[in-house]
């Protein structure tokens, strides 16, 4: 799958102990990775510890609305000793925009019925795997009438179909 670069973290004072044997600190970097990356869906990020203040890249883990991903965090210095180390940090998956998704559903869904139409579903980004299903609603704002509607995600490239139930 393709990696998806999402953000740049600045972690501040994230280096810790004592100057012969200084270290990362973990749960510092772990929590910076999720505040840097999608709050609202990224948790349980876990990353080797202890880490060295010298280490340069890592590899943690994550869960994003339920399925596990390989996070990539590329680890630098910064230029003045009181911001800390900055971070890249990747999410090594191909990520699906359901935003994006339900904008494109909606248009469809109101052509198809003759009627303005808003979809709306829980997840804002989702990991790229065929067969899943995003668990939506349509409404259709003349009558406000509202269904579930069904988006299946067909293959790794974000290809989906729908099925508007009543």
């Known amino acids: 799958m393709a990696r998806q670069l999402i953000a740049v973290a600045i972690l501040a004072g994230v280096a810790v102990g004592c100057a012969d044997d200084p270290e990362l600190d973990i749960a510092a970097l772990e929590n910076s990775i999720v505040e840097a990356l999608l709050p609202a869906v990224v948790e349980g990020v876990e990353c080797p510890s202890p880490l060295a203040v010298e280490t340069r890249e890592i590899?943690?883990?994550?869960?994003?609305?339920?399925?596990?991903v390989d996070i990539s965090v590329g680890i630098e210095t910064a230029a003045h000793a009181d911001i800390g180390v900055l971070a890249s940090v990747g999410i090594d998956a191909a990520l699906l925009d359901v935003d994006a998704v339900v904008v494109d559903a909606a248009a469809r869904l109101s052509d198809d019925l003759g009627a303005d139409v808003v979809v709306d579903c829980p997840a804002?980004?989702?990991?790229?795997?065929?067969?899943?299903?995003?668990?939506?609603?349509?409404?259709?704002l003349d009558t406000l009438t509202v269904r579930p509607l069904e988006i299946t995600l067909l293959d790794g490239d974000g290809s989906?179909?729908?099925d508007l139930f009543n």
């Open 124 to 140: 804002p980004v989702v990991v790229i795997e065929p067969d899943t299903v995003l668990e939506c609603t349509a409404t259709d």
């Open 59 to 68: 590899s943690c883990t994550g869960s994003l609305e339920g399925v596990s």
């Open 160 to 162: 989906w179909e729908m």
